[in-house]
């Protein structure tokens, strides 16, 4: 009964859009054109100014000004022909306004049209293929996407082994038990299995980083309390954009996976149970720290990230206020919590027992990988390099011609060392089942290894962001990551959905080889990245334009007047490439629109 029901909501949910869309597709067929009078906003300075008809639909005007558009020998249209037609435009307007109708204005949609189009399956498939104009900062998707990549990898090969699972008939091939030295997990090469946790923290660093640089540069010229007054609509922001889809993938997984699949091996009646009993942790994104037991486990495994980095965005806004009060406490807070931190995790460490190597068997995860302020070093120095990066931008500093080359190489090289220090420097404690590396040695890189892999990333993308990544720049900065960096927050939502498929209905433990292994792992994230696709269109897209509509009726009167003052930019100037005429301020407000 309650797969029919599932089922039956499922089927009526995709006819509901399905309707939508072709509705939304034949409606421009069907419906009067609202500027049939040949009128467009045209905006060359970032606001709306005096209209030009549009020669498509009006030849008459073109006829009309053919004769006055007189250029000079060089190709400029000469001043005397320029006067005449701003003459005519000026008459034109007035005639316009002298009917009752503003051309320098746009006719708001009504909000039922507003939500019609939020459900466009066109208008997300459009959506999806615009990239905003170059920030410098498109490294980032690279990095994002390769992070992202790196999880699915890790998981891939570690989701056999899960309690409910058959596993792998040949577990030595891949754990060093009794010290297998031809296991792939004691090779230089297997260290990218266990290291796929710096992915994570890739993803913190990146997280705060843009959430403190972006935000110092939209409260430019504001007081501290403008950081904090602000936060409620923020935290509510950031909630209604992530929680619905979250929501309905937990829903699912936990729902229609259950009824859809058998096997011997398989059960998830402890997962249903605990997110029976827990579900509203994470509805709160307090599940990392609620209910307070070692022993706990967390509704929807991979959902603790969603967590800590929702907890670490709540410690924004006061960040930010210190900031602007004083930069100087600003940057030395965040460091010294940083500092906090890493203390406490070498302390708990000790305490505990903890062990980094996987199989050692002690209790890593409910003390150390999942509590936030035990993986707040990475969003902190995030932060941190945040705010020099906006202070860096805001003085307009550069690296001088005839230092770039020393300055690449010692940073570069920095940067690799460490990040490879971070991933093969415990090999030797990767050699055997358990680990014979010592307590000491252990502490410290459990401590120390994530702020530092987050340093390393720090410095190779700065490099990325001034100029002087060479070749690692141009790779990470190509368009592809830019249009699958929309979709890896759905990839890490929806990658366990798939790895369930694949593995659950199993009848026999899995035979380890590298082959079979790259086969499940291209088939796990080629479907993942596919899936996520078709859900940001019909879910995810649809989902985020009615929250920017409701969030928009939600914010302060002044604001959204002084949003409809400028008014939506026009395709033509989002088609532009010659901005070398546009102010300073005039970039900045293009730049944080296309953001």
Not at 45 to 60: E, L, R, T
């Amino acid at each position: 009964a309650s797969a029919a029901t599932t089922i039956a909501v499922v089927c009526i949910l995709a006819g509901i859009v399905l309707f939508v869309t072709i509705f939304l597709y034949l409606r421009p067929y069907c419906t009067r054109d609202q500027q049939s009078q040949g009128y467009q906003p045209v905006s060359d300075n970032g606001v709306h100014a005096v209209q030009i008809p549009d020669k498509a639909a009006d030849a008459q005007w073109q006829d009309r000004h053919h004769d006055e558009s007189r250029l000079s020998h060089n190709g400029i249209r000469a001043p005397e022909a320029l006067g005449s037609q701003m003459m005519d435009k000026a008459s034109e307007v007035g005639a316009v306004k002298s009917q009752g109708a503003d051309p320098t204005k746009s006719s708001p949609k009504a909000l039922g049209e507003r939500v019609l189009d939020a459900l466009s399956l066109r208008h997300a498939y459009n959506n999806f293929f615009q990239l905003r104009k170059s920030t410098g900062t498109e490294a980032m998707d690279g990095v994002r996407v390769f992070s992202m990549m790196w999880v699915i990898f890790g998981h891939t090969i570690l989701w056999p082994l899960l309690a409910t699972q058959a596993g792998y008939s040949n577990i030595m091939a891949l754990v060093p038990f009794e010290g297998q030295r031809n296991a792939l997990l004691a090779t230089w090469a297997g260290q990218v299995i266990p290291s796929a946790e710096f992915s994570v923290d890739t993803f913190f660093f990146m997280s705060g980083f843009l959430a403190l640089f972006v935000s110092l540069r939209k409260l430019r010229g504001k007081q501290a309390f403008d950081a904090v007054k602000t936060a409620p609509i923020l935290y509510l922001h950031r909630w209604l954009r992530i929680t619905p889809v979250y929501m309905l993938i937990l829903w699912f997984y936990t729902t229609v996976i259950p009824v859809t699949m058998s096997g011997p091996f398989f059960n998830m009646s402890r997962e249903i149970q605990t997110c029976k009993e827990n579900w509203f942790y994470n509805l709160l994104y307090v599940q990392t720290v609620f209910p307070n037991h070692p022993e706990r486990s967390v509704c929807y495994g991979v959902s603790w990230y969603l967590a800590d980095d929702m907890i670490f965005f709540w410690a924004t806004p006061f960040l930010l206020a210190i900031f602007l009060w004083n930069k100087i406490a600003g940057v030395l807070f965040p460091l010294l919590l940083t500092t906090g931190s890493i203390t406490a995790a070498w302390i708990v460490a000790w305490k505990w027992r903890l062990r980094v190597p996987t199989f050692d068997g002690s209790q890593y995860n409910s003390f150390y990988y999942n509590p936030p302020w035990m993986r707040a070093p990475a969003y902190l120095l995030g932060c941190v390099m945040g705010m020099a990066y906006y202070e860096w931008k805001r003085r307009k500093l550069t690296v001088p011609k005839e230092y770039r080359l020393y300055i690449q190489g010692f940073v570069g090289g920095f940067a690799a060392i460490l990040l490879g220090s971070t991933v093969y420097g415990f090999r030797g404690g990767n050699t055997n089942v358990p680990s014979t590396v010592s307590e000491a040695d252990n502490n410290a890189y459990l401590a120390l290894s994530k702020p530092a892999w987050c340093i390393g990333v720090g410095c190779m993308l700065w490099l990325c962001f001034e100029g002087m990544g060479g070749p690692v720049e141009w790779f990470l900065s190509r368009p592809l990551f830019g249009y699958i960096s929309k979709l890896t927050f759905l990839m890490y939502l929806l990658h366990p959905i798939v790895l369930a498929i694949r593995y659950f209905p199993g009848i026999m433990p899995i035979h380890f080889t590298i082959s079979n292994f790259a086969f499940d792992f291209i088939a796990v994230l080629f479907t993942t990245l596919t899936l996520s696709f078709v859900v940001h269109l019909i879910i995810e897209a649809p989902l985020a334009s009615l929250e920017v509509i409701l969030m928009s009726h939600l914010l302060p009167k002044k604001t959204k007047a002084r949003v409809a003052a400028v008014g939506p930019v026009s395709k033509e100037y989002k088609r532009r490439d010659d901005y070398k005429d546009i102010g300073t301020s005039t970039e900045e407000g293009k730049a944080e629109y296309y953001s």
